[in-house]
């Protein structure tokens, strides 16, 4: 004899398992599965908590529960593309400007772009979408005596890194990996404050000059980094 | 004028930033806070959020909040060796062997290491800890028929890795890396269940065998990865 939790669970996990409900197919939301089942929230709670720790669907803020997807892969020593990562899985890519101004660097901005006091950054806050889903949260600064000419582009449709790969060449770059909980990112990014996130911090340099600086947020069910590598490479 | 909350939380800041207060020392109960500033532990609460939020503070379940110390970083193109990168910062470097045991492979265990049913492995499952706080829980699989001589080796006193890396020649490895909630390991890693954690997956091969997967988890804020690169590299 199984409890209704359980039975509950087993359901949804058959109909993922089954191919009936798709990666991206929206879970019923709880107070629909409340009436299917005739039971209480902490019931429904219950069930789909374990199903979302197994990585079997995604809990959103407000939007509800979705069947999880596979997560995009992208290569640690590598400036990922995230509009063509996205498209390459058949999903739409959506793009959008949240924040722009040309100012002069704070303190440790200067510190991490090795700029005098008071030299000029261009500072941009972007989000990327997914099928329609927050996908990353972009915080970069580009310092415009690296790259003046960033000054004068239209961000609003294009995103800073593809204009940077494309417009500004660079001879190195530096990954930082952590993992951090959402915080201030979550409401932006449809995440409970306390989601898991993995946060891909890249500078840039063409020779001895930094060129951008770039913290990209991701949800961390929605992204993880791979790398393949012999003894004493690297 | 500062509500009570702001002043707890300057006091402590002013401790952290003077030095009085050294990274990993000990932030007074929340109960020692209470009498202190005779408030409420929501007050408290208020006040030691931010600063959490903010990296100066972590706040373990049971043990309390300690100062930050600054995370460990790994190159992300090495296989790190755990107890020299702790014992590098000057902290005691402590390991336990928490489970072990020769056996036939799972499915999922066959799959990632390529075995044939019913294939044998040793698995088993590490606790690190750095200067007495839990630091990485490993959960380690190495292929038998790949290592052999594993079965024979008493893991109580000699990590896996440090033993594979001196023993077992490899030639290529890949790295996955995520981020998760702490999940069924928080309690090992005295974490609440939501906290973020950075899971480092590694699967290592000697030419076409694999000879060992290895699963290990950080808690968020004791570690990062990084890697440097140029274009093409990689």
């Known amino acids: 004899m199984s409890s209704l939790h359980q039975r ?61 997807r596979p997560r995009i892969h992208s290569a640690v020593l590598d400036i990922p593309d995230i509009q063509a ?16 101004a040309a100012r002069a660097a704070k303190a440790d901005e200067a510190r991490a772009l090795d700029l005098p006091p008071g030299g000029r950054v261009l500072a941009m806050t972007c989000l990327h979408r997914a099928a329609g889903q927050p996908f ?24 800073p890194g593809g204009w940077l ?30 989601a898991a996130c993995l946060v891909l911090e890249r500078l840039t340099w063409r020779g001895e000059v930094r060129i951008t600086h770039v913290r990209m947020t991701f949800p961390g069910e929605a992204y993880d980094l791979t790398a393949r590598f012999s003894p004493r490479s690297g």
Chains 1, 2 share one sequence.
Not at 53 to 68: H, K, Q, T
Not at 85 to 100: D, H, K
């Open 8 to 68: 509950i669970r087993a359901d949804i996990q058959d109909r993922i398992l089954s191919g009936a409900w798709p990666p991206g197919h929206r879970v019923p939301a709880e107070h629909e599965l409340m009436a299917e089942y005739g039971c209480s929230r902490m019931t429904v709670n219950k069930a789909l908590a374990p199903l979302a720790e197994a990585g079997l669907i995604v809990r959103l803020r407000r939007a509800g529960s979705f069947v999880a």
């Open 85 to 100: 990562e996205v498209t390459a899985r058949g999903e739409t890519y959506g793009y959008e400007l949240l924040s722009r």
């Open 165 to 194: 790969l494309t417009h500004v060449p660079w001879t190195e770059a530096e990954h930082r990996i952590s993992a951090v909980s959402a915080g201030k990112a979550a409401r932006l990014l449809s995440l409970e404050p306390e």
């Open 136 to 159: 990353a949260l972009e915080e970069r600064l580009i310092s415009l005596s690296a790259a003046p000419e960033a000054e004068a582009v239209d961000f609003t449709m294009t995103a």
